[in-house]
């Protein structure tokens, strides 16, 4: 049986260790215990929700400057995989354009999480999906705003 809950074993080395053997990298394993992406933006411009099939939920939000991704944070309630996917992709698209955030692949988040165990690779795509919502959401902003994305652009 696989446990990797977010359980608060913090300070007795526990947690990291168990997350290394069921095969986290060791950036993944600090996303996941340290969370520096969480939180909340409160004046955000943007906010994407999405719950998997494993009901594991996670909002972004994004603060723009024109078409910008000039902050963003994620509210996350999960297991260590949807936890670090959520941390590694708000440092994936901070300072990137929406084009440059749209075109965010799983491999990027490999690159960055790898190791990552393959049966959580689906937390990954939760986190893309969740990218794709709120770019979609910016993009019908600027539309019905009489702009066009290119308009925004710094």
Excluded: H
């Amino acid at each position: 049986m696989e446990y990797d809950m977010v359980i608060d074993f913090k300070g007795t080395g526990r947690f990291r260790e168990r997350l290394s053997q069921l095969g986290y990298s060791d950036i993944a394993i600090s996303y996941c215990m340290d969370r520096p992406n969480l939180g909340t933006i409160s004046d955000a411009d943007i906010i994407a929700d999405n719950t998997g099939s494993c009901d594991d939920t996670m909002t972004l939000y994004l603060k723009m400057d024109q078409d910008l991704i000039s902050d963003a944070k994620v509210d996350i309630t999960g297991c260590a995989g949807t936890i670090s996917s959520a941390m590694a992709l708000v440092d994936l698209v901070r300072g990137k354009t929406i084009d440059q955030a749209d075109a965010i692949e799983p491999s990027d988040f490999m690159e960055r999480l790898e190791p990552f165990p393959e049966e959580k690779t689906k937390c990954i795509y939760k986190a893309i999906k969740t990218l794709k919502k709120a770019v979609k959401i910016y993009r019908e902003k600027s539309e019905d705003s009489g702009q066009r994305s290119e308009d925004l652009r710094l």
